[in-house]
């Protein structure tokens, strides 16, 4: 009898200490947190969901191989609490054993197919294209049903439209957002995610009214935008271009990585990613996303497919843009797809030669200036943060004028969105096809 009173007094202890550690949590205290939780454990080791909350703070403050130490004891714990096995493979593969996390999420789909989460982790990493496509149809067909709820979460919604991009439904992501357009968390995020369907479906026109209308919509932020980290940036371009160099595909420094080496010995510190060409040997593209896949260094967009022209994908947290060059005739196009109209860029045909930029040794257009030349007109040795190469480069090939248009608006909502009004003016001014804004930002956007 005396036992139970302490046996009370641990378990109101215990749920003290989890409400503590939640709101630490939620208040952006991941040490603190933490702490609260590893008490809680101390006192109740056996609840499983202590060890997965603990874990979890764990790995979103970057801990991974310690989170993955303790999502293996919820498992052991609760072999059949389907999140621990999402978590662990997460952990898992943030401490670079893919593997194993695909492993782990394996088993947490078999537990709990309904965890789309973990379909999308298995899409994100699995070597086998079969089995990405058909994970990304179960994520599709779990968050439909989620969807399709009378009382459904706009975040869902948001899910469920990008889990349909990723199976390349562009015309159904348009009418699900034209016919829930109210359900919508965000009106100009909605209208933003229209116009990207409608633009992969083709119909450029009607991309660019959608992206002019997300556009009206956005309010000015504070400034949010940084710089690009130029060394890290750096080590990428040379981990990358190594990468693909040593399979055998020509890679090299393309359009702002190649102009701030060309131009300035270093790379662009107002750059938002590094640009990276392949120069296609034969008749036939390079399986890119196969060789990027089976890297677990790179990480990929869900969307892309083997025989795509153009990759985004990120390296230790740099954004990385691939495109493929291919010879036609005299000259070598690489572009965003293969949708026509779509944004394409023609150059004199070039072949490659060894280059040395400081520590960086590559190869580059044996013909450096005119590439450049070709790529930003004339004026390339001076600098301009407002130029666009999707919008204004003299290299544009048989694009529509309202895919360029399209770009211009979009990146203008991206730069307001990081308080760069001045850079959003210049991206407007630069559109094929005016860009009226109405309301109140008419003479600020317009002038």
């Known amino acids: 009898m005396a036992s139970k009173p302490v046996d009370d007094q641990a378990g109101r202890g215990w749920k003290a200490l989890v409400v503590s550690g939640t709101g630490l949590f939620r208040s952006g205290d991941l040490t603190g947190a933490a702490r609260m939780f590893r008490r809680a454990i101390r006192l109740r080791p056996y609840e499983p969901r202590t060890h997965y909350q603990l874990a979890s703070i764990l790995l979103r403050d970057g801990k991974a191989h310690e989170a993955s130490r303790i999502f293996r004891e919820a498992t052991r714990l609760a072999p059949r609490m389907?999140?621990?096995w999402h978590g662990l493979g997460l952990a898992l593969h943030a401490s670079g054993d893919g593997r194993a996390a695909l492993s782990a999420f394996r088993t947490c789909v078999r537990i709990d197919a309904g965890i789309w989460r973990a379909w999308q982790s298995i899409?994100?990493?699995?070597?086998?294209?079969?089995?990405?496509?058909?994970?990304?149809?179960?994520?599709?067909?779990h968050l439909g049903k989620l969807a399709s709820q009378p009382k459904t979460?706009?975040?869902t919604l948001v899910y469920y439209a990008d889990a349909?991009?990723?199976?390349?439904?562009?015309?159904?992501?348009?009418?699900?957002?034209?016919?829930?357009?109210?359900a919508f968390p965000d009106p100009a995020g909605s209208s933003e995610r229209q116009a990207r369907a409608l633009y992969n479906t083709g119909n450029y026109q009607g991309a660019?009214?959608?992206?002019?209308?997300a556009l009206a919509a956005t309010r000015p932020c504070p400034a949010t935008r940084q710089d690009l980290d130029t060394p890290a940036a750096l080590d990428v371009l040379d981990e990358v271009c190594t990468l693909f160099s040593r399979a055998g595909l020509a890679a090299f420094p393309a359009s702002g990585t190649l102009l701030g080496?060309?131009?300035?010995?270093h790379l662009l510190a107002h750059d938002r990613d590094v640009d990276i060409g392949i120069l296609q040997a034969g008749a036939q593209r390079p399986d890119l996303a196969r060789f990027i896949r089976r890297h677990p260094g790179l990480m990929l967009e869900?969307?892309?497919?083997?025989?795509?022209r153009y990759f985004a994908l990120t390296c230790r947290g740099i954004a990385v843009d691939l495109f493929v060059y291919t010879r036609r005739g005299d000259h070598t196009l690489c572009g965003f797809s293969d949708l026509p109209g779509d944004i394409q860029w023609r150059f004199a045909k070039f072949s490659l030669r060894e280059a040395c930029f400081g520590q960086l040794t590559c190869t580059i257009p044996a013909d450096p200036r005119r590439y450049l030349a070709e790529s930003y007109g004339p004026g390339w040795t001076r600098q301009d943060t407002g130029f666009a190469s999707a919008i204004s480069s003299p290299a544009l090939f048989e694009t529509d004028p309202f895919a360029r248009a399209f770009y211009s608006a979009g990146r203008a909502r991206a730069a307001i969105r990081a308080g760069d009004t001045a850079k959003a003016r210049a991206l407007i001014h630069q559109s094929p096809i005016p860009i009226i804004l109405q309301g109140e930002r008419t003479h600020e956007m317009n002038t």
Do not use: C, N, W, Y
């Open 208 to 213: 660019f009214r959608q992206m002019t209308s």
């Open 82 to 84: 389907a999140e621990s």
């Open 302 to 308: 869900r969307r892309a497919r083997p025989g795509d």
């Open 123 to 141: 899409a994100d990493i699995t070597p086998s294209e079969h089995e990405r496509i058909s994970a990304l149809k179960m994520a599709r067909q």
């Open 261 to 265: 080496l060309v131009r300035d010995g």
């Open 153 to 155: 979460d706009p975040a």
């Open 164 to 182: 349909l991009a990723d199976m390349l439904d562009f015309e159904e992501v348009a009418r699900l957002i034209a016919a829930r357009a109210a």
